[in-house]
């Protein structure tokens, strides 16, 4: 019997998900893949070749050859260059739902996703991930907080890392970004029918973190090993 333990946890927009996910991760001595890093490292690609990610059959092309690598430490290398900070910027942010609409780019960074996932135990985040990527995950987080949460949460965050934006400014892409990906024809977001929900407008982190630690043990028996 196959002893690997998957976490799916999906949600809108800067739910928290990463936050709690690379915690959880932690927490279990599982590996994190933040799937949107992937997408976020893909439109960077399009935009510094100079092609419109609203396009396509342009963007499409950028896939071939394309090599993303999601490292321990948290850092993100796309063909060799670390981008870790520019794939959180507000033009990157703006335009990554478009690609993410696009069907052959899904298909090209789920397959990267689900051998990631191969013969290890992973907490993994994104939109898809128990609908689509690993529909056989053991626990399924469907990760939720009132817009105006998230949108100060992200805007907190953009500043941390000094990122210039404003807080209307990353509200509305907040708002733009969860219509487009739950509105897309392949893969929506939307909540595993067997997910469970986890609203955290008004849970701290480490509230957060307990509850899904809590999931995963009354549904796999895991438990923190620190
Ligand atoms: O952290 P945040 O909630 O801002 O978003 P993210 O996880 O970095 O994902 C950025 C974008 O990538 C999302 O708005 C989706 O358009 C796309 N995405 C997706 O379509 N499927 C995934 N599994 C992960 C991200």
Sequence with gaps: MDKNIA????????AGKSTVAKRVAKALGFTYIDTGAMYRAVTNAVIKRGLNPQDEGQSEMV??????DLLPDGRVI??????TQVIREPLVSGNVSYIASYKNIRLALVEMQRKMAESKSVVMDGRDIGTYVLPNAQVKIYQIASVETRAVRRYEENLSKGIPT????VEDDVRKRDYIDSHRDFAPLKPAMDSVLLDTSYMSIDEAVDAVLKVVKDKTG???IC
């Design 7 to 14: 976490i799916a946890i999906d949600g809108p927009a800067a």
């Design 63 to 68: 896939m071939q050859g394309l090599s993303i």
């Design 78 to 83: 796309c063909n060799g260059e670390d981008v």
């Design 166 to 169: 404003s807080y209307k400014d």
């Design 222 to 224: 895991a438990e923190r």
